[in-house]
């Protein structure tokens, strides 16, 4: 069990270290390596993922994507143009390197399927929605957090009433 654990941490180092090259390289695709950095944390160590969860790469590439399954209309367009503009200057680079044009086409072609026409468009409103959701979900975690350590508190407080 534990060599599993292991070969889970190296898998998602490894993606965690690809996705973050894909912020800065629009070859490499970013989301897709940090969807399988949760996966492969989430099977190896609660407390990386816990980590990776936290994180801000996490939170602007992956988090809205996960727990709405769809990105805004102005998300799309930014990463698409992003994209274009990054991959369209390696492009124009490379012309004396025609395979390397054709494999820039190709990613950037897979790119605006992916993004235009397989990732659902959510409104401005429902994104809105979610977020509204996700707040009351943590006030509430926080909530109940706060009653255990008062809970607990109070228990040490009698316990030390009995002892005395």
């Not at 490499?28 to 940090?34: A, C, D, G, I, N």
């Not at 494999?103 to 429902?126: D, M, N, P, R």
Request: glycine share 6%; proline share 2%.
């Amino acid at each position: 069990m534990k060599i599993m654990k292991v070969f889970w941490i190296i898998i998602g180092s490894l993606a965690l270290a690809l996705g973050t090259i894909g912020i800065f390289l629009p070859v490499l695709p970013t989301v897709p390596f940090y969807m399988l950095t949760v996966f492969a944390f989430a099977n190896s160590s609660e407390k990386l993922h816990k980590w990776f969860l936290s994180t801000r790469m996490y939170k602007n590439y992956l988090e809205n994507y996960v727990e709405k399954k769809g990105m805004t209309i102005k998300t799309k367009l930014t990463l698409l143009i992003t994209v274009t503009l990054l991959m369209g200057f390696g492009f124009f680079m490379m012309k004396s390197v025609p395979i390397g044009r054709i494999i820039l086409a190709i990613v950037w072609i897979g790119h605006i399927i992916y993004f235009g026409f397989i990732v659902k468009t959510i409104s401005q409103e429902e994104e809105l929605q979610i977020k509204k959701e996700k707040l009351q979900r943590i006030q509430e975690e926080k909530m109940k957090s706060e009653e255990k350590i008062v809970e607990k508190n109070n228990d040490n407080n009698n316990n030390n009433d009995k002892v005395e």
